[in-house]
């Protein structure tokens, strides 16, 4: 459907998948098969839009469905996943970056950005994330605050952790 010019089909050692657009050259669906012994097993993922040509709806392979609103100015504010809110109120940096929101169990979220626009706090599970950077943008510390007593790691415990 309104494939002309672009990708609508692919096959490899694993299986195929087929593409799906609408009439404006949005996708409208992936739709994967890969053989597993003697099976094929199917997974799509499936996209709705409004009539600005925003994502409203995706669909996973699992069945989950994510619903997205959107403000005055279009960009998102509030997530739905399978009917259950997941994010309210997001605010934006003025060049598109999510400030801040307030998960759906009413828990604000607020990141913190320096006149440059890069991320310099935000918070964690247990405390705060702080980020430095370099006159090249580039990251030179990131360190964190939390109210937990931290247990040292070693090369030795990682190893640990890593083989089991």
Known sequence: MYG?????????KAGTTAYQYDQHGRLLSK???????KENVVHMLS???DSNGRIIQMTY???????????????????????????RDIRYQPFDDP?????????PHT???DQDGRLIQHPLAEG???????AADRITQATHTTLIPMRSITEATIMTLWIK
């Open 4 to 12: 002309i010019g672009r990708l609508t089909r692919m096959q490899d």
């Open 61 to 87: 392979p699992s069945g989950a469905q994510i619903v997205l609103l959107y403000g005055e100015d279009g960009r998102p504010i509030e997530m739905h996943v399978d009917g259950q809110l997941l994010i």
């Open 111 to 113: 990141r913190d950005f």
């Open 47 to 49: 996209y709705q839009y």
């Open 128 to 134: 705060t994330q702080f980020i430095s950077y370099d």
């Open 31 to 37: 739709t994967q098969t890969v053989v597993l012994g």
């Open 99 to 107: 400030k801040s929101w307030v998960w759906g169990n009413d828990q």
